[in-house]
């Protein structure tokens, strides 16, 4: 099943840590900037990304921590994206 989790893991191993990244997240709650796991240029690929993935349209408004600063809160956002229609 592709869930949103599973489209970010596999969009950070093949973009920015060649497998790794699902050992470099230690939870789904720990923020990816924090832990280095996304700086500010990959936070702008993985919108992109997530709006053509999922054929939306992000307000840039929303790029808040409070909407991607996680595996958690991306999933959560997306979800309750109105134009979300699932994986």
């Known amino acids: 099943m592709?869930?949103?989790?599973t489209?970010?893991?596999?969009?950070?191993?093949?973009?920015?840590?060649?497998g790794e990244a699902e050992s470099l997240i230690q939870s789904d709650d720990a923020s990816l900037l924090?832990?280095?796991?996304l700086d500010s240029l990959g936070y702008v690929n993985?919108?992109?990304f997530l709006e053509k993935r999922y054929a939306l349209a992000i307000d840039r408004k929303s790029l808040t921590r409070d909407n991607f600063d996680s595996l958690n809160k991306i999933t959560r956002y997306i979800q309750s994206h109105p134009q979300y229609r699932g994986g």
């Open 34 to 37: 924090d832990n280095g796991i």
């Open 2 to 5: 592709d869930t949103i989790r």
């Open 7 to 18: 489209t970010v893991i596999e969009w950070l191993d093949d973009t920015y840590h060649f």
């Open 46 to 48: 993985l919108t992109l």
